[in-house]
């Protein structure tokens, strides 16, 4: 069984600050990891995404992601938070095996300050 | 744009109706999976089809069903609706039939209002 935890429901920070939202996994067989963002009123879109290749994952938006297998941790970071930011960011995990859906975690909303 | 339509994009309805949610994938996409997002539960994997076959199913309850017909296209639906049935549902379609290395695209939802 896999499952996420985000640290956070909301995370405040400034305008040009770093941004960093945690996201701890539990998986039975290695995991694919992915983060979405969610602006109001919309879908999810895929930021990035780890699939086993480079442990340190580049996504859109400046964003990027280390996978930590010894510390089960796929935390987002940015080195400098734009008021664009703002919105819902999910971390969910996956499997290779064709029949694993993602497992999405709660959910971390992300208020950039002025 | 993901390429993923949904209608409608509102439905509000009363408890104990029924309701039918519609998605049309991504050209090319023979996946599609079902969300419900609501703020007490999360984002919840409900069911995925491939090519018209059932493929994973989820926390989906017995009152909801799904389908994909041959155009590729999927319905949700939802009967005897509860209070508690309101939330946003999400679409997703992807290339393949799962796994992590299939990306899946998300439409816009559709946010259902029970009252």
């Known amino acids: 069984a896999q499952s996420v935890t985000q640290l956070g429901s909301h995370v405040s920070v400034s305008e040009g600050a770093l941004v960093l939202l945690r996201c701890n996994y539990s998986?039975?067989?290695?995991?694919?990891l992915f983060w979405y963002v969610q602006y109001p009123n919309q879908g999810l879109q895929l930021l990035l995404k780890?699939?086993?290749?480079?442990?340190l994952v580049k996504g859109i938006n400046g964003f990027e992601a280390e996978f930590k297998k010894s510390e089960t941790s796929f935390h987002l970071t940015k080195p400098s938070a734009h008021m664009s930011d703002a919105a819902e960011y999910f971390c969910?995990?996956?499997?290779?095996?064709?029949?694993?859906?993602?497992?999405f975690g709660k959910g971390t909303r992300l208020s950039v300050i002025a | 744009d993901s390429g993923v339509t949904q209608t409608p994009k509102h439905l509000i309805t009363a408890t104990g109706q029924r309701v039918t949610l519609r998605c049309s994938p991504r050209?090319?996409?023979?996946?599609v999976y079902w969300y419900q997002q609501s703020l007490d539960q999360g984002l919840q994997f409900l069911i995925q089809y491939y090519n018209g076959e059932e493929r994973a199913k989820g926390n989906i309850l017995e009152r909801f069903s799904a389908q994909q017909f041959p155009d590729l296209h999927s319905e949700l639906n939802l009967s005897s609706l509860e209070l508690g049935d309101s939330a946003l549902y999400f679409c997703?379609?992807?290339?393949?039939?799962?796994?992590?290395?299939?990306?899946?695209?998300f439409g816009p939802g559709t946010r259902l209002t029970v009252l």
């Open positions: 969910a995990v996956s499997a290779l095996s064709g029949n694993t859906p993602l497992v």
């Open positions: 050209s090319g996409d023979l996946s």
């Open positions: 997703a379609s992807s290339v393949l039939a799962g796994g992590g290395v299939d990306e899946q695209f």
């Open positions: 998986s039975s067989v290695p995991p694919y």
């Open positions: 780890y699939t086993s290749a480079a442990t």
